[in-house]
């Protein structure tokens, strides 16, 4: 579906996780890569990997965060292969700790904040900046569905950095559009990987994921793949400014049931489709007063009440 032979994409974040998978899926496509991340000898595992695939490959470690390093690295990268062509803004960090934003500590905030966001925009302005110059270039920005509004799983410094990373998206999308330099953005849901699966499992965390999730299911990451693949393609010429949720529905929904509607069963005589959906929660005792329906629409108004 892809063909990317003769492009330049720099990965950011590419040692492990999505930037890992990105870089082998671009090499399979044809592409030549410019791999960035913290950890030299990681890069070098992911590196070998798309070498083996028929990829030019060059690594220069660098810290997003720092805006000599994000330089140094675009200049390596132009050095090595004449021009930059893609550019995915992938590396972020987050919390897991869990802290409510009412104790959310500043340094761990500003922290989130200079990779997730202000490292997206030095990349984006230094390859935009070199994009422009040669009148073409793509630019997918890694944002997140905790981008689009509120929920439980959400981390305040995370939800802030990539709500923000996508109104940049928006911008620099409109901005850039007239000179050749697409800008978009996909925002995945709840995606596990192969590092992740085995906790996401031995926790139960997947089955409460897919059970906020309409599609109920968790992502896998070659779906994600799939959309940064595409908005980066020709395939993609006449798109730029756009988030592309990966999210299995969840951004769609006002909600997505944990426990089963009780409304599910008012219609006797028109059942459901059946789901094979097992709800994460047993219906709960206060249920009962509603099991029959509405009075008057799915059964006779008590006596007394019909006036």
Same mark, same amino acid.
């Given at each position: 579906?892809?063909?990317?032979?003769?492009?330049?994409?720099? *990965? &950011?974040?590419?040692?492990?996780?999505?930037? #890992?998978?990105? +870089?082998?899926?671009?090499?399979?496509?044809?592409?030549?890569? !410019?791999?960035? +991340?913290?950890?030299?000898?990681?890069?070098?595992?992911?590196? #070998?990997? @798309?070498?083996? %695939?028929?990829?030019?490959?060059?690594?220069?470690?660098?810290?997003?965060?720092?805006?000599?390093?994000?330089?140094?690295?675009?200049? /390596?990268?132009?050095?090595? $292969?004449?021009?930059?062509? *893609?550019? =995915?803004?992938?590396?972020?960090?987050?919390?897991?700790?869990?802290?409510?934003? #009412?104790?959310?500590?500043?340094?761990?905030?500003?922290?989130?904040?200079? =990779?997730?966001?202000?490292? +997206?925009?030095?990349?984006?302005?230094?390859?935009?900046? $070199?994009?422009?110059?040669?009148?073409?270039?793509? *630019?997918?920005?890694? @944002?997140?569905?905790? /981008?689009?509004?509120?929920? #439980?799983?959400? !981390?305040?410094?995370?939800?802030?950095? %990539?709500?923000?990373?996508?109104?940049?998206?928006?911008?620099?999308?409109?901005?850039?559009?007239?000179?050749?330099?697409?800008?978009?953005?996909?925002?995945?849901?709840?995606?596990?990987?192969?590092? &992740?699966?085995?906790?996401?499992?031995?926790?139960?965390?997947?089955?409460?994921? /897919?059970?906020?999730?309409?599609?109920?299911?968790?992502?896998?990451?070659?779906?994600?793949?799939?959309?940064?693949?595409?908005?980066?393609?020709?395939?993609?010429?006449?798109?730029?400014?756009?988030?592309?949720?990966?999210?299995?529905?969840?951004?769609?929904?006002?909600?997505?049931?944990?426990?089963?509607?009780?409304?599910?069963?008012?219609? %006797?005589?028109?059942?459901?489709?059946?789901?094979?959906?097992?709800?994460?929660?047993?219906?709960?005792?206060?249920?009962?007063?509603?099991?029959?329906? *509405?009075?008057?629409? $799915?059964?006779?108004?008590?006596?007394?009440?019909?006036?």
């Amino acid at each position: 579906m892809f063909d990317f032979t003769g492009k330049t994409v720099l *990965i &950011t974040g590419a040692s492990y996780g999505l930037g #890992e998978h990105f +870089a082998q899926s671009y090499a399979e496509a044809g592409a030549d890569l !410019v791999l960035t +991340a913290r950890s030299g000898d990681l890069l070098e595992a992911v590196a #070998e990997t @798309c070498r083996a %695939k028929g990829s030019k490959v060059t690594v220069a470690t660098g810290d997003v965060s720092i805006e000599d390093d994000v330089k140094r690295v675009i200049a /390596a990268g132009v050095a090595e $292969h004449g021009k930059i062509d *893609i550019l =995915v803004n992938n590396a972020g960090i987050a919390d897991m700790r869990g802290v409510a934003a #009412e104790h959310f500590d500043a340094e761990t905030f500003n922290q989130i904040l200079s =990779v997730d966001l202000v490292g +997206a925009f030095y990349y984006a302005r230094e390859c935009g900046r $070199h994009m422009l110059e040669n009148g073409s270039g793509s *630019i997918v920005n890694i @944002c997140s569905i905790m /981008a689009s509004g509120g929920n #439980e799983a959400n !981390v305040i410094a995370y939800t802030a950095a %990539k709500g923000g990373l996508l109104n940049m998206t928006y911008q620099l999308g409109c901005e850039w559009a007239d000179r050749g330099v697409r800008v978009n953005a996909v925002s995945p849901g709840f995606i596990v990987t192969e590092m &992740t699966r085995p906790a996401l499992e031995a926790l139960g965390m997947d089955k409460w994921l /897919a059970s906020r999730t309409p599609m109920r299911r968790v992502g896998e990451v070659q779906e994600v793949t799939n959309a940064v693949l595409f908005l980066s393609s020709d395939l993609a010429s006449y798109i730029t400014g756009v988030d592309l949720l990966v999210d299995g529905g969840t951004n769609a929904s006002n909600g997505t049931f944990q426990i089963p509607p009780i409304h599910h069963e008012w219609n %006797k005589d028109t059942p459901m489709v059946p789901s094979s959906y097992e709800p994460v929660q047993p219906r709960p005792d206060w249920y009962q007063a509603l099991e029959n329906g *509405i009075p008057g629409i $799915h059964y006779p108004m008590p006596e007394g009440l019909d006036g």
